[in-house]
């Protein structure tokens, strides 16, 4: 076996296998079932009540239930 031809047929490997995982990551293959990202339990995406009424908040972030029930709190509204 000649070394030259190993590595060119490597090579050869390695770029076909480039070519194939750039198509199926960009969704290429999707009409055969292999998306990578499929779409699953779409039924949930119906079922959410108001997604638009959730609030992220930083970790520091008090709740109002808990700064209402602070001990600072009854100090300071006297």
């Given at each position: 076996m000649n070394t030259s031809s190993f590595w060119r047929k490597a090579a050869i490997a390695l770029i076909v296998a480039n070519v194939l995982f750039a198509l199926w990551s960009g969704g290429s293959f999707g009409f055969l079932g292999l998306d990578p990202n499929p779409q699953r339990?779409?039924?949930?995406?119906?079922?959410?009540?108001?997604?638009?009424?959730?609030q992220v908040k930083r970790p520091g972030a008090a709740l109002p239930i808990q700064a209402a029930s602070a001990p600072g709190a009854s100090a300071a509204s006297d």
């Open positions: 339990e779409p039924q949930r995406l119906d079922e959410q009540v108001s997604p638009e009424a959730v």
